[in-house]
């Protein structure tokens, strides 16, 4: 059991957070523990009527919150960092149990969402002198747009959740975040406790599903949208942005391809390959999702991720902290979609493929998938799923052209020692990022953003500032 939080409630009793409060809500809903299906706590549904209270309460903090420096939001930052470091205990242990993340996976995802606010306290956007001649200089500087309403998915609740909100406290917005109705713990506790640093109305949070994302997306009070999910839904929200010309930031899912080369190291590639597929089991918005394997190297390379695989243990926390069950029943269900339709066309599943091989918690088994076709389901389509299909390639022309799908625009990974090769393939690899020698692991310091279907603008680093303010360019005479 967790310790007491700082703000004196309990740890399992959840509120959404509204104007520095905790509210209770006049509806419930329960997540089921995906280790176990055993449902946890309460959680709050926020009505609409809360969301433009918060709307209200941020509109009336945005005030004095958008004319503060730099320094004091630096400062603010830097005191929600040490608030999730002291409440760290009670937060892993709550994300834990909504995810199905191991222990140790979710203690570590708590220490690395304190850094991202960390690092933003010595990162900001800068004034910029954009030309200067003898009669004038043109500054641009970066002004916060207003209220941010943020809305994210279940896979990194904490993480993927943080990124936004640290965004729009660095640049001097306020910011209302809807977590995902199926991992609504952590963030609302995480809130909760961050109001004794922050002004209220400065960060808020509200719980609901689509009915309440949709409402965040029309409402006027609202200047700025940050979605993180799937395509569809952020196909959705772009639409309905459009009404009020909301600013938009949309990081969507990706099918991103993981090219070894025939002269890759197998022994160094293997392990990395087997992280970046299953890792969390495959839930992860980066992870490898096509594996591409010169053809020269196909069958021992084959052989060795079956191996590798083996270390990826259904439900056992202690030997692989970084194997996790499918995070809710949803997501177990389309995963066993992808299986079966493997199955039914008879495609050759090398390793694993059991379902439920313990009769409890969404697992599937590490599934490895040769050389199914191209247009197959497996193939075409992002599984966020621990079933990984292994294809091979001859010619260079012929894997980019392959790994470049629409639905591709994320992330990519290239394995060659020959680094000019790994740059030439990247340049044209149609991806935000390109990891080379390395699995898929987003950085703080890294923008990060989806081309094609995989999204609209970005965030991390100081470039993914940009997103969240408006720039005005001062054009100030010399006279
Ligand atoms: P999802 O799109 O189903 O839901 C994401 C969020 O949107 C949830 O909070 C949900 O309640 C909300 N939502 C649903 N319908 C809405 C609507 N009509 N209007 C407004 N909000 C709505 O995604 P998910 O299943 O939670 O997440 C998994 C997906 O996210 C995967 O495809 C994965 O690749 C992607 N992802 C992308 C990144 C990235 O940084 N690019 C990171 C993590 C996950």
């Given at each position: 059991m967790?310790?007491?939080p700082?703000?004196?409630n ?15 809500a006049?509806e419930?809903?329960q997540v089921?523990?995906p280790?176990?299906?055993?449902p ?6 926020a ?7 918060a709307v209200?309460a941020?509109t ?12 004091e939001r630096?400062?603010?930052?830097h ?6 470091l002291k409440?760290?205990?009670?937060l892993?242990?709550v994300?834990?149990r909504?995810?199905g993340?191991s222990?140790?996976m979710?203690?570590f995802?708590?220490?690395r ?7 933003y306290t010595?990162v900001?956007?800068?004034?910029e002198?954009q030309?200067?001649?003898d009669?004038?200089?043109?500054v ?24 936004k909100?640290?965004?729009a ?5 306020c910011?209302i975040i ?7 713990y952590?963030?609302?506790?995480f809130c909760?406790l ?5 002004p209220?109305?400065?960060?808020q949070?509200?719980?609901g599903g ?5 409402q965040m997306?029309l409402?006027?009070g609202i200047?700025?949208?940050?979605f993180t999910?799937t ?5 959705r ?8 010309l909301k600013?938009v930031?949309l990081e969507?899912?990706?099918?991103n ?14 392990p990395?390959?087997?992280i970046g ?7 992860v918005c ?9 053809e020269?190297?196909?069958d021992r390379?084959?052989?060795l991720l079956?191996?590798?695989a083996?270390?990826f ?8 902290p ?9 997501n177990?269900d389309?995963?066993?979609?992808f299986v079966e339709?493997?199955?039914k ?6 390793a694993?493929?059991?379902v439920?091989p313990?009769?409890?918690?969404f697992?599937?088994?590490?599934t490895?998938v040769?050389?199914?076709?191209d247009?197959s389901?497996?193939v075409?389509?992002e599984?966020f ?14 894997v980019v052209?392959r790994?470049?799908?629409d ?16 740059r030439?393939l990247?340049?044209?690899l149609e991806s935000g ?6 699995f898929?692991?987003p950085h703080?310091a ?7 279907l995989?999204g ?5 680093g100081?470039r993914g ?8 360019s001062?054009?100030i005479?010399k006279v």
């Open positions: 967790g310790s007491i700082a703000s004196g309990s740890p399992y009793e959840f509120f959404n957070v509204i104007d520095g409060k905790p509210r209770p006049e419930y809903h089921v523990d280790r176990t299906e055993e946890l706590w309460d959680a709050p549904v009505s609409f009527q809360d969301l433009d209270d209200d941020a009336r903090a945005f005030k004095t919150w958008k004319t503060s420096t730099i320094a630096q400062k603010a930052i005191n929600v960092a040490q608030c999730i409440n760290a205990d009670i892993a242990e994300q834990m909504e995810t993340k222990k140790a979710s203690r995802d708590v220490e969402t304190a850094h991202h606010f960390e690092y010595d900001a956007l800068e004034d002198v030309y200067e001649d009669s004038v200089q043109i641009a500087t970066h002004v916060p747009i207003g209220v941010l309403g943020a809305i994210s998915p279940w896979n990194f609740p904490l993480i993927l959740s943080s990124i909100v640290v965004s406290l660095a640049t001097g917005n910011v809807k977590p995902s109705p199926f991992t609504p952590s963030l609302l506790k909760e961050a109001q004794s640093v922050l209220p109305g400065v960060f949070a509200l719980n689509a009915e309440l994302g949709e997306t409402h006027p200047h700025h949208i940050s999910g395509i569809a839904v952020g196909q929200i772009f639409q309905n942005c459009t009404r009020t600013k930031i969507l899912a990706g099918n391809a993981c090219i070894v080369c025939d002269d890759a190291d197998l022994a160094k590639v293997v990395q390959v087997a597929s299953l890792f969390h089991a495959g839930q980066v992870a490898s999702k096509r594996i591409y394997v010169h020269s190297l196909y390379f084959l052989e079956v191996e590798e083996k270390k243990a259904v439900d056992d926390d202690a030997k692989s970084a194997f996790s069950p499918l995070s809710n029943r949803a177990f389309r995963a066993v979609g339709d493997c199955k066309n008879g495609y050759k599943i090398v694993g493929g059991r439920k313990t009769g409890k918690g697992w599937i088994e590490p490895i040769s050389k199914p076709p247009d389901l497996l075409r389509e599984q799923a621990p079933i990984v299909p292994v294809l091979s390639w001859a010619s260079e022309d012929d052209a790994a470049n799908l639905n591709a625009g994320l992330g990519a990974s290239v394995y060659t020692p020959d680094l000019a090769r790994a030439g990247a340049a044209r990022s390109v990891w080379i020698n390395q898929e692991r703080q890294g923008f990060f953003g989806g081309w094609k995989s609209v603008n970005g965030e991390l100081r500032l940009l997103h969240y303010a408006n720039v005005q001062l054009h005479a």
